[in-house]
Every structure is written in structure tokens, then in C-alpha cells.
């Protein structure tokens, strides 16, 4: 199977809605480059900026970030914070499930990743992704974090949403209640995400204990 043949995982585009829709073999390096994708979702801009070189990213695919479902990969979980969603095919035919979804239900035997599509971000909203490195090069990060924010008119806070990665086996989101209807200001951001250490256990690895990840 020549799966480089077909050419609906190599297109790169936009709906009439602006939703983007990405294929699954579309190079990390071929979004990057884009300048609307780098303009309207900073959280995936900033994703491919932590990623490395540019010979890294010319040979990592969307579907092969997507599909594996790890929680420390960059680009799922600047996804995750935008709300994207993932389209699949399998033995049982064609489906489209929010990567939040399928990080909990995995796919289904013989599936595969063809795509992921990313709303258009309000007009008042913005997104970042950040991992630390102790040793600031290409690594397994010890925690990586993405989020999106949205506010009125006014200033006040209508959406925010948080994900953290690499500390434990599935992304941990958070959607703050307490920064709804308020504005943000650093304080008010950090206290609104303590309860993330609440979550689950973190787990250790090369990149640093449970403990360190923890603190």
C-alpha cells in the first residue's frame, strides 16, 4: 500500500468557514512555513518552533505527531488546547473524533489517522505552547503546557483552557472556571491552575522523578 499516492493526505487547506484541514502525511515543516497557520494558531507556531531543526521537522508527518496519541509530542498537544479534531478511516469506515476523545477511547483496530481539523480561533482569543528542556536542546521534555484564552470586549475572560503533557500518560486539561467573566492577570491565571497538581500522579522518566515534575 503506497499511501504517498493518495493525494487527500498530502493537501493542506482551508473551508469556506475557516476551519484548517491538514492530511495525515503533510510535513511538520510545510506548517510551519505557512504564514496563516503561524498567524491564526500561535499554539501550533510555537509547537513547531520547540520541535528542533528544520530537517527534523521536514521528516515528521501530521498523522505520524497524531497517531501514536503520546502525550509529550508538541504538536497534539498544542491541538489539544485549540479544541482540534481528528479524522480517521478503518475496516468500519470513515469517522471524525476530537483528539481529546481519542486520547481516552484510542483508535480502533486498523485505523488510521488522514487528517486533523482546526476551528478558526475568535477574534479576541490567543494560544501558546510552551516545554521546558533542563538542558534547553532536543529532548524528552519534562513538562510541556499549551493554552488558549478568550475574552469580550470588555476584557473579561469568556474561554481558557490548559494542557499538560509529558507528566503523565494521557494530557491533563483544565478548563478554569474561575478565570470566566474576570480578567486575567498573572495571579489570577497561576491561582486558577493550581489544581492541576492535583491531578494525576506524574510519572517519571530520563527527563526528570514524579517528584520534580510535580514541583
Same mark, same amino acid.
Given at each position: 500500500?503506497?499511501?504517498?499516492? &493518495?493525494?487527500?493526505?498530502h493537501a493542506l487547506s482551508w473551508d469556506t468557514r475557516g476551519v484548517l484541514q491538514v492530511g ?29 531543526? +528544520? ?40 469517522? +471524525? ?42 529532548? &524528552? ?12 470586549? %470588555?476584557?473579561?475572560? +469568556? ?12 494530557? &491533563?486539561?483544565?478548563?478554569? %472556571? ?8 498573572? +495571579? ?28
Amino acid at each position: 500500500i503506497a499511501l504517498h499516492r &493518495i493525494p487527500e493526505l498530502h493537501a493542506l487547506s482551508w473551508d469556506t468557514r475557516g476551519v484548517l484541514q491538514v492530511g495525515s502525511a503533510v510535513s511538520l515543516e510545510t506548517m510551519h512555513r505557512d504564514a496563516r497557520i503561524r498567524r491564526e494558531w500561535p499554539a501550533i507556531a510555537d509547537a513547531f518552533d520547540a520541535v528542533g531543526a +528544520t530537517r527534523i521537522r521536514g521528516m515528521i508527518t501530521v498523522g505520524g505527531s497524531v497517531g501514536p496519541l503520546i502525550g509529550g509530542f508538541d504538536l497534539p498537544l498544542a491541538l489539544l488546547a485549540l479544541g482540534a479534531r481528528v479524522r480517521l478511516a478503518g475496516p468500519n469506515g470513515r469517522r +471524525t473524533e476530537t483528539l481529546q476523545a481519542l486520547f481516552k477511547a484510542r483508535l480502533q483496530p486498523g485505523e488510521i489517522v488522514t487528517g486533523i481539523e482546526v476551528d478558526p480561533q475568535a477574534a479576541q482569543s490567543n494560544s501558546s505552547f510552551f516545554k521546558f528542556m533542563p538542558r534547553g536542546v532536543l529532548e &524528552i521534555p519534562t513538562v510541556s503546557t499549551s493554552a488558549s484564552v478568550a475574552v469580550d470586549a %470588555a476584557g473579561a475572560c +469568556t474561554h481558557a483552557r490548559v494542557v499538560v503533557g509529558a507528566v503523565s500518560f494521557h494530557p &491533563i486539561i483544565l478548563e478554569p %472556571a474561575a478565570l470566566v467573566g474576570e480578567p486575567i492577570d498573572p +495571579t489570577r491565571a497561576r491561582d486558577a491552575v493550581r489544581d492541576i497538581g492535583a491531578g494525576p500522579q506524574p510519572m517519571g522518566d530520563v527527563a526528570g522523578s514524579g517528584a520534580y515534575k510535580s514541583a
